[in-house]
C-alpha cells in the first residue's frame, strides 16, 4: 500500500552522505535537511573550527535521528579526497548520497554604466582586473573538484547501493545520488559581472549531465547524478546583498527582478536537496530552486 507521508517519501534513515563546503550556507543547509530524515552527514571543509561548531550547533539530538560529523579536507586535493573516503569507508563502508557543494566566486569586475564604455575600456578594465590565475582556481573549486570527488567516492557510492538504507522513502529500489550544487548562474546568459564564476557552473553543469550518463547508462552502476541550481539563497558567497536586487550568489542581475522578490530559505534549500536524494526514479536533470529568476532572464534554457 503506498505511503505517502512526507515522513515516508523523504526517509533516509540509515543514510550516510557526504557534503563538501558543509559548514556553512547551502552546504549547511542541505546537511541539515539529510540529517533531518534519518542519514548520517558528514561535512568537509578547510576550515575545522567552522565545521566543528556547525556540527556542534545544528548536529544534535535532531528529531529524525540522524547526525552531522565534522571531516576536514581539501576537496582541490586528490590526497585528501583518497585520505577522506578511506576514512568515511573505515567507518561506515559505504555512501549513499553525495553532494558536491564547496565552491568559490571567483574574479568580480564590477562596471557602472557598461552601456556608456566603448570597446577600449571594456578591454582595458577585463584585462586590467582579471588574472589567469583566478579563473583557474574558479574552475578548479566549482568543476573540476566535482569530478575528482565523485569518482574518488564512487567505489563507496556502489558499496551504498549493494547495502541500502534501512528506510527507503519511496519503496522503489536504492540507487546512488550524487547532486551538484551548481547555480542559475550557469544557466543565464547574464555575466552578472563575475564571468569565470558562471562559466565555471556552466561547466559543472554539463559535467553532471556526462556523469548522470557514465554512471547509470554507460557503466551500468546505477548511480545518478543531478544538479542543484539554487537562485540566491542565504550564504558567505551572498551575504551583504539584498534580497530583492535580483542577485543569483555574487553579482546583481543587471536590473532584472527575481520574481519571487526574495532569497530562498533552508526548508526550501533542504527539500530540494531532499527531493533529489530520494527520488529513485530522477536522473541527469538540473533543478534551478531560484523563485522564478530563470523563467524571467535571458537563458540557455
Known amino acids: 500500500m503506498s505511503n505517502f507521508a512526507a515522513s515516508s517519501i523523504f526517509s533516509l534513515a540509515g543514510a550516510v552522505a557526504v557534503v563538501t563546503g558543509g559548514g556553512t550556507g547551502i552546504g549547511l543547509m542541505a546537511a541539515k ?7 548520517k552527514v558528514y561535512i568537509t571543509g578547510r576550515r575545522v573550527e567552522v565545521l566543528q561548531n556547525s556540527a556542534k550547533v545544528h548536529g544534535t539530538n535532531l528529531s ?3 547526525s552531522i560529523v565534522p571531516l576536514q579536507a581539501d576537496v582541490t586535493s586528490k590526497d585528501d579526497l583518497r585520505a577522506l573516503a578511506a576514512q568515511i569507508e573505515k567507518a561506515d563502508g559505504k555512501v549513499h548520497v553525495l ?3 564547496a565552491g568559490v566566486e571567483g574574479p568580480v569586475t564590477r562596471l557602472e554604466d557598461k552601456e556608456a564604455l566603448s570597446a577600449k575600456d571594456l578591454s582595458e578594465k577585463h584585462l586590467a582586473n582579471e588574472e589567469f590565475e583566478n579563473w583557474d ?3 578548479k573549486l566549482n568543476n573540476s573538484a566535482v569530478f ?6 564512487l567505489p563507496l557510492l556502489e558499496a551504498g547501493n549493494k547495502s541500502p538504507p534501512s528506510s527507503v522513502g519511496s519503496g522503489a529500489p536504492w540507487s546512488g545520488a550524487v547532486i551538484n550544487i551548481t547555480s542559475i548562474s550557469g544557466l543565464v546568459k547574464l555575466s552578472q559581472y563575475h564571468y569565470a564564476y558562471n562559466a565555471s557552473k556552466a561547466a559543472a553543469n554539463h559535467l553532471t549531465a556526462m556523469l548522470s550518463h557514465e554512471l547509470n547508462f554507460a557503466s551500468k552502476l546505477n548511480i545518478r547524478v543531478n ?10 558567497m551572498t551575504s551583504g546583498r539584498p534580497s530583492k536586487d535580483g542577485s543569483t550568489d555574487p553579482g546583481d542581475l543587471a536590473n532584472h527582478a527575481n520574481p519571487a522578490g526574495r532569497t530562498g530559505t533552508a526548508e526550501e534549500m533542504g527539500s530540494a536537496v531532499l527531493f533529489l536524494a530520494t527520488n529513485t526514479f530522477t536522473n541527469g536533470q538540473i533543478l534551478a530552486v531560484d523563485g522564478g529568476f530563470v523563467a524571467a532572464v535571458p537563458s540557455t534554457r
Open 148 to 153: 575528482f570527488a565523485t569518482f574518488a567516492f
Open 99 to 101: 553532494i558536491n557543494n
Open 64 to 66: 529524525g535521528g540522524g
Open 137 to 139: 582556481s574558479t574552475f
Open 227 to 236: 544538479a542543484l541550481a539554487p537562485g540566491l539563497f542565504p550564504s558567505e
Open 33 to 39: 535537511g539529510l540529517a533531518s530524515q534519518g542519514a
